[in-house]
């Protein structure tokens, strides 16, 4: 299955827009791209998922190139509750999914 | 609805017993997995099921034993424990869509002395 590469960790304050990029040279046709959150001592939960160009929940957007070789995952105006890790992750199974080491994002007050 | 219920919450075991991690869910999703998180590192498949009578093996199967005799239930088994597997176990399930997304258990912390 194909590897993404994310960034190991970032520094952010409250009130700014954190964008985490994460790299898949080898994405297959089938491949969605799925970001999850991760808090300490829980499960990982879904945050957003694409597959081409730009899409938009309540919680962030997610970016997507044509060549969809990577992504970035934007989370608008961060509060200390959005500290955790995130994993971006290539989803061409829902029940298959690979995990990196992900990014610890950490929001400052 | 409860979602995916993972027991017990945390478990101290000796090296070689035994011992099943229970994982139910009550979405009537036909996927369901069993993940391990180590300290710092993300989470790694162990077994998978597509369905009820179903399972296959994952990244770390060694020394765990799966079944999925109902829709509902997908116990993992620890055959002889070793300190290797102290860990946090993960259960997820996700329906049949293809881009259906998995939902996680709370987790089970589990300490192998």
């Known amino acids: 299955l194909a590897k993404t590469t994310q960034p190991i960790s970032m520094d952010s304050y409250e009130g700014q827009e954190v964008n985490i990029t994460c790299s898949h040279n080898?994405?297959?046709?089938?491949?969605?791209i799925t970001w999850y959150q991760q808090f300490p001592s829980q499960g990982p939960r879904f945050i957003i998922q694409?597959?081409?160009t730009k899409v938009t929940n309540e919680v962030a957007s997610l970016f997507i190139p044509a060549d969809r070789k990577s992504s970035t995952l934007s989370l608008p105006r961060v509060s200390l509750s959005d500290t955790a890790v995130y994993y971006c992750?290539?989803?061409?199974?829902?029940?298959?999914?690979?995990f990196g080491s992900g990014t610890r994002l950490l929001v400052r007050p | 609805n409860a979602g995916v219920t993972q027991t017990p919450k945390f478990q101290v075991l000796k090296t070689g017993q035994s011992m099943t991690l229970q994982c139910a869910q009550d979405?009537?999703?036909?996927?369901m997995s069993w993940y391990r998180q180590d300290p710092g590192m993300g989470l790694r498949l162990i077994h998978y099921?597509?369905?009820?009578?179903?399972?296959d093996q994952g990244e770390v199967p060694n020394g765990y034993n799966v079944s999925r005799s109902t829709t509902e239930d997908f116990p993992l088994r620890l055959l002889s424990a070793a300190p290797s597997q102290t860990s946090v176990y993960f259960c997820?399930?996700?329906?049949?869509?293809?881009?259906?997304?998995?939902?996680f258990g709370p987790g089970t912390r589990l300490t192998v002395l």
């Open positions: 099921s597509v369905g009820a009578g179903i399972t």
């Open positions: 992750l290539l989803d061409g199974s829902s029940y298959k999914l690979i």
């Open positions: 979405m009537n999703h036909e996927y």
């Open positions: 694409g597959y081409k």
């Open positions: 080898n994405i297959a046709t089938n491949d969605y």
């Open positions: 997820a399930s996700s329906g049949r869509g293809y881009t259906d997304t998995q939902y």
